[in-house]
């Protein structure tokens, strides 16, 4: 016999409802599960840009990081930042402290000290260094032709981090070329998330 068909005969369902019930619940949880940013490697964000000129947004973590983990688990699980992200960025997720070999700007960027084995923490890859990144988590903030445009340090919430996705993307940025204007931008910003 088929498992499902053990699974239902197993299973008694007293009415039409909750047999009902159970498969909305399934179907429920199959849903949250699809919906997760699409991430890819710097690498392949750069040949994309090629094909499909679009910003890059790079979240930068550590495997030991503390607040990268939250960040993962409450920020970017968060449906809105998911949706924003993939219809807006290619997203890029970032061992700061990783292997991973990356061809950008004319420099191929490794992380030559790592120590295979090592617990905690381990050296910087040259990438992570040559994008000034001092705390983890960082995120980074680039152009459609790859250039860097900003980086936030520090873990951030949805509602935090919705007026950068949103100013980034929308270009808006290039007009907050003061305090006061970044000030006046905060002030008047509406987020949804």
């Known amino acids: 016999m088929p498992l499902l068909g053990r699974f239902f005969k197993r299973i008694k369902f007293r009415t039409m409802k909750n047999l009902l019930l159970f498969i909305l619940i399934i179907f429920g949880i199959n849903q949250v599960e ?3 940013i699409n991430w890819m490697s710097m690498t392949e964000a750069l040949e994309a840009q090629k094909e499909n ?9 550590t495997t030991w990081c ?7 688990r409450n920020t970017f699980s968060n449906k809105n930042v998911i949706q924003f992200v993939n219809e807006n960025y290619y997203a890029v997720k970032f061992n700061a402290e990783g292997t991973e070999e990356i061809y950008y700007q004319d420099f191929n960027y490794t992380n030559p000290n790592y120590q295979e084995g090592r617990k905690g923490r ?5 990438l992570a260094h040559a994008l000034k990144v001092t705390g983890y988590p960082s995120m980074v903030f680039f152009k ?4 860097v445009i900003q980086t936030l340090v520090g873990y ?18 290039l007009e907050l070329t003061t305090e006061e204007a970044w000030q006046e931008y905060q002030d008047n910003f509406k987020g949804t998330f």
Do not use: W
């Open 144 to 147: 459609d032709n790859g250039d």
């Open 122 to 126: 381990n050296s910087q890859h040259l």
């Open 156 to 173: 951030r919430t949805p509602e935090q981090l919705e007026i950068y996705l949103k100013m980034i993307a929308n270009d808006d940025y």
């Open 34 to 36: 699809a919906q997760k």
């Open 66 to 72: 503390g607040p990268c983990k939250m960040l993962d």
């Open 53 to 61: 000129p679009k910003k890059i947004f790079m979240d930068v973590y």
